[in-house]
C-alpha cells in the first residue's frame, strides 16, 4: 500500500481518468478536522463534507435545516486536514435553489472562505442552469440525483427512485444533462441498479453511488454510518466495518467504574510532588 507521501494530489481530473480505466472511486464523509486526517490518510479519492452532517451529528430528522454557516464552518475544519483527497462541500437546502446569483455566491464562499474544491447541488435538470454558471466561473460541481434528502418530504420519504417510466426517464435525462454541463461527477442516491448502470454507461462524469448497486464508478458511505456511531438508523445499504458506539459507551463504563472504586487516579497519573 502506498504511503500518503508517496500518493498524488486528487482532482477533477482524477475523478474522470479514473472511470476512463475503469478504476473505482471511494468517498466517505467528514465533518471535523480529526476524522478527516485519518480519512485522508486511509487513501480515499474524496471526502465530502455532507449536510448529512445536520442528522448524523446534530441530531435533526432531516438534512433541511442545515444552515451555510454550519456547513463553511465544518467544511473549514475538514479542508484544514486534508492534503490529498477532493474536498467536497454539499450546499446546504436553499442556498442555491433560490437564484443563480444566490448559488454564485454560496457556492463561492464554500472555495473561496472554507477551502473546498468542489461543490455538490441536489436536483436534475431544473437545476442545470445553475450548474453551467458555476462550472463557467470555475467552481467545480458534482451533481446529485436519486433519491435527494432535501426533496425528502415531496418524495415521500427516503424511497427507491426510478422504478416508474416517468422517473427513470427523467433521471437519464437528467444525468445527461448535468454531464453535458460540465459536472465531473454525479451522485446517484437509492435508484434501481438498473438505473444507475445505464447513467454510468451513458455519460462522461463519474457517478458515485450510495444505495444505487454495484455499477456505478464509485461508491459514497456516511462515516457514522460505517463506524456505528449513527444508530438511529441502518439503510440496508451500509456495510458498518466498526461498533465505535459500542467502544465509547465501554469507555465511558470503564472510567466511571474506576472513579467510583478510587481506581482512577492511581499515584502513576498523579503529581506527588
Ligand atoms: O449529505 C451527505 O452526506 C450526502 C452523501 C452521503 C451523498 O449527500
Redesign the pocket.
Same mark, same amino acid.
Given at each position: 500500500m502506498s504511503t500518503i507521501n508517496e500518493r498524488k494530489k486528487t482532482t477533477v481530473r482524477t475523478f474522470l481518468r479514473k472511470k476512463q480505466k475503469a478504476e473505482k472511486l471511494a468517498i466517505l #464523509?467528514a465533518y471535523d478536522y480529526y476524522t478527516a486526517r485519518i480519512l485522508d490518510a486511509s487513501g480515499l479519492d474524496g471526502i465530502?463534507v455532507?449536510?448529512? +452532517?445536520n442528522m448524523v451529528v446534530y441530531g435533526h430528522q432531516t #438534512?433541511l435545516s442545515a444552515e451555510m454557516d454550519k456547513m463553511l464552518f465544518h467544511t473549514r475544519a475538514v479542508a484544514d486536514a486534508v492534503r490529498l483527497a477532493l474536498v467536497i462541500a454539499?450546499m446546504p437546502f436553499l442556498s442555491y435553489q433560490p437564484s443563480v446569483e444566490t448559488a454564485i455566491l454560496n457556492a463561492g464562499r464554500f472555495l473561496k472562505e472554507a477551502g473546498a474544491e468542489a461543490v455538490?447541488l441536489e436536483g436534475g435538470i431544473e437545476i442545470v442552469p445553475t450548474v453551467k454558471r458555476l462550472i463557467e466561473l470555475g467552481i467545480p460541481v458534482m451533481g446529485?440525483i436519486g433519491m435527494t434528502?432535501q426533496s425528502i418530504h415531496r418524495l415521500g420519504g427516503p424511497r427507491v427512485q426510478g422504478r416508474e417510466e416517468a422517473r427513470y426517464n427523467y433521471f437519464l435525462e437528467s444525468a445527461e444533462a448535468l454531464d453535458e454541463a460540465g459536472c465531473f461527477s454525479c &451522485?446517484l442516491?437509492l435508484m434501481t441498479a438498473p438505473l444507475a448502470k445505464e447513467i454510468t454507461e451513458r455519460v462522461a462524469m463519474a457517478t !458515485?453511488g !450510495?444505495g444505487s448497486g454495484r455499477y456505478c464508478d464509485g461508491q &459514497? +458511505?456516511?462515516i457514522n454510518d460505517i463506524i456505528g456511531l449513527y444508530q438511529e438508523m441502518q439503510p440496508r445499504f451500509v456495510r458498518r466495518y466498526a461498533n465505535v458506539a459500542a467502544e465509547i459507551e465501554k469507555a465511558a463504563r470503564g472510567f466511571a467504574e474506576d472513579v467510583r472504586s478510587g481506581g482512577y487516579p492511581s499515584d502513576e497519573e498523579s503529581f506527588l510532588e
Amino acid at each position: 500500500m502506498s504511503t500518503i507521501n508517496e500518493r498524488k494530489k486528487t482532482t477533477v481530473r482524477t475523478f474522470l481518468r479514473k472511470k476512463q480505466k475503469a478504476e473505482k472511486l471511494a468517498i466517505l #464523509t467528514a465533518y471535523d478536522y480529526y476524522t478527516a486526517r485519518i480519512l485522508d490518510a486511509s487513501g480515499l479519492d474524496g471526502i465530502m463534507v455532507g449536510d448529512s +452532517l445536520n442528522m448524523v451529528v446534530y441530531g435533526h430528522q432531516t #438534512t433541511l435545516s442545515a444552515e451555510m454557516d454550519k456547513m463553511l464552518f465544518h467544511t473549514r475544519a475538514v479542508a484544514d486536514a486534508v492534503r490529498l483527497a477532493l474536498v467536497i462541500a454539499d450546499m446546504p437546502f436553499l442556498s442555491y435553489q433560490p437564484s443563480v446569483e444566490t448559488a454564485i455566491l454560496n457556492a463561492g464562499r464554500f472555495l473561496k472562505e472554507a477551502g473546498a474544491e468542489a461543490v455538490k447541488l441536489e436536483g436534475g435538470i431544473e437545476i442545470v442552469p445553475t450548474v453551467k454558471r458555476l462550472i463557467e466561473l470555475g467552481i467545480p460541481v458534482m451533481g446529485h440525483i436519486g433519491m435527494t434528502p432535501q426533496s425528502i418530504h415531496r418524495l415521500g420519504g427516503p424511497r427507491v427512485q426510478g422504478r416508474e417510466e416517468a422517473r427513470y426517464n427523467y433521471f437519464l435525462e437528467s444525468a445527461e444533462a448535468l454531464d453535458e454541463a460540465g459536472c465531473f461527477s454525479c &451522485v446517484l442516491e437509492l435508484m434501481t441498479a438498473p438505473l444507475a448502470k445505464e447513467i454510468t454507461e451513458r455519460v462522461a462524469m463519474a457517478t !458515485i453511488g !450510495i444505495g444505487s448497486g454495484r455499477y456505478c464508478d464509485g461508491q &459514497v +458511505l456516511v462515516i457514522n454510518d460505517i463506524i456505528g456511531l449513527y444508530q438511529e438508523m441502518q439503510p440496508r445499504f451500509v456495510r458498518r466495518y466498526a461498533n465505535v458506539a459500542a467502544e465509547i459507551e465501554k469507555a465511558a463504563r470503564g472510567f466511571a467504574e474506576d472513579v467510583r472504586s478510587g481506581g482512577y487516579p492511581s499515584d502513576e497519573e498523579s503529581f506527588l510532588e
